[in-house]
């Protein structure tokens, strides 16, 4: 989670030409998958070959502010899954930020699609987003914040990040997410130090990784361009890292991994998307 101004359109358009031509050419078959990204910088490029892997997925992708816009007009119910790769809500400027909730229109269409059974798959910086609306978090299964606040009514303080970390993911559950996967296996990826509701979740991945409270940075001082780990004296945070849920009638999974090129090339972490897409699509494997 480096200083950035997530809004600079420049961080996530799509350079690669020749990946825009293997999109439109798709054939219109399949399953329907629409990624929202947006609010947050990520290699475009290397993001749409992990998504040219998913076989039988005929992928769409919207960027904020389009995507809340079009989600909100009920566009998304032509879709069989949705994937979360945004971080919305937020506006960064001078050393601060400044958060929103979503229309209530976007809202109501999310509920919808819940209702309806539309399964969604959270992917890493999204469990940060929409600071002002409680209800993303308990959609999701816990929250990174940029700022200390109130999660479930307690005050907590702000979340940790620690970039390029090699590390086991270990599989803790069988499950249809974590079919094919090996009991272990490696990532370089990005941890979080942040709120998870383990209470409320299936445990699907934990991270193998010993880092303690202080080796990870603050996020609240990276909004500061500041570079200081978090507070001394911080409690050990969860190293649940994958998980599932079920929300309404739709099925729903978070993954904490996803933070570049390096996991997106991973074979393991390709399965594991997969899976997710998969099972929140109720489909066979």
Do not use: K
Not at 36 to 64: I, Y
Not at 210 to 217: D, I, V
Not at 240 to 265: K, M
Request: charged share 20%; proline share 8%.
């Amino acid at each position: 989670m480096p200083t950035f101004d997530p809004f600079d359109a420049s961080t996530d358009r799509d350079p690669d030409a020749a990946l825009a031509a293997r999109r439109r050419a798709a054939p219109a078959t399949g399953r329907r998958l629409l990624v929202v990204t947006g609010g947050h910088p990520f290699d475009a490029a290397t993001f749409g070959t992990l998504l040219d892997s998913l076989e039988g997925w005929q992928w769409t992708r919207w960027n904020h502010p389009e995507a809340a816009a079009r989600i909100a007009a009920g566009e998304a119910q032509a879709f069989h899954a949705l994937l979360f790769y945004d971080m919305a809500g937020y506006r960064f400027a001078d050393g601060g930020m400044t958060v929103r909730a979503p229309a209530p229109e976007y809202v109501r269409a999310l509920e919808s699609l819940l209702d309806a059974g539309t399964g969604c798959v959270f992917l890493h910086h999204a469990l940060a987003g929409w600071a002002a609306w409680p209800g993303w978090a308990e959609l999701v299964g816990g929250r990174f914040l940029y700022a200390p606040d109130l999660v479930r009514g307690t005050p907590r303080p702000d979340s940790g990040y620690a970039p390029g970390v090699r590390y086991e993911a270990e599989v803790v559950a069988e499950h249809p997410v974590t079919g094919g996967l090996p009991p272990r296996f490696e990532l370089v990826d990005e941890l979080y130090l942040a709120e998870v509701f383990e209470a409320d979740v299936v445990p699907l991945l934990r991270a193998r990784h010993g880092l303690a409270p202080g080796e990870f940075r603050s996020a609240a001082a990276a909004i500061a361009g500041r570079d200081a780990t978090v507070g001394p004296g911080r409690a050990p945070g969860s190293d649940l890292i994958a998980w599932a849920r079920t929300v309404r009638a739709a099925r729903l999974a978070y993954l904490q991994c996803g933070d570049g090129p390096s996991t997106f090339a991973n074979a393991h972490f390709r399965r594991l998307l997969a899976n997710a897409l998969a099972w929140v699509a109720r489909e066979p494997r």
